[in-house]
């Protein structure tokens, strides 16, 4: 069965921490996403990569940078963690042109205190 | 600019009742897709359909339906004989297609419809 995998299912840091999410798809798609999902404010993109090394802001990209060195690894990486961070966040991937949606992860709740 | 939205916030029925979930989108694209999501408690995102601009057919899957259509920009979900394992949050979303580069299958999200079912 196909899979995107989240390292962490629930985390909890402090304020001003480096934090990194890790996504991992063994589906070989070209693409990958973060999204963050907030009460009310449904599923916002922060990131998204569509090659190695490659990389695109999504809506919300402030206070977050990603990685992508290897094409099944998406990474994302919370400079210095601030409590307005805290949220749900979910990694997908995608394959281009066949479209056939995104397959996501099983998401992060992190938590900054 | 697209945009996708799902104007019910939340929606309660009884267990057998029909639900239908509503959902509209805006694209200048002629070349388009369309897709529901369904969220459990759990968290995870499961996929329940595609649907491409040019097939306009409706779908049914079990006690699913989906009913497209482009004059009114529209792809609702219906879920006949509600059951409460079918309580969850439900995301409609769009992509555009063409030959973008960069920004291949960008999935828009609405908002979500949060269904209760109840015993």
Sequence with gaps: DVKVTQSSRYLVKRTGEKVFLECVQDMDHENMFWYRQDPGLGLRLIYFSYDVKMKEKGDIPEGYSVSREKKERFSLILESASTNQTSMYLCASSSWPENYGYTFGSGTRLTVV | ?119
């Design chain 2, 1 to 119: 600019a697209q945009k996708v939205t799902q104007a019910q916030t939340e929606i309660s029925v009884v267990e057998k009742e029909d639900v239908t979930l509503d959902c509209v989108y805006e694209t200048r694209d002629t070349t388009y897709y369309l897709f529901w999501y369904k969220q459990p408690p759990s968290g995870e995102l499961v996929f329940l359909i595609r649907r491409n601009s040019f097939d306009e057919q409706n779908e049914i899957s079990g006690r699913y339906s989906w009913n497209f259509q482009k004059s009114t920009s529209s792809f609702n979900f219906t879920i006949t004989a509600s059951q409460v394992v079918d309580s969850a949050v439900y995301f409609c979303a769009l992509s555009e297609g063409g030959n973008y580069g960069g920004s291949q299958g960008n999935l828009i999200f609405g908002k979500g419809t949060k269904l209760s079912v109840k015993p």
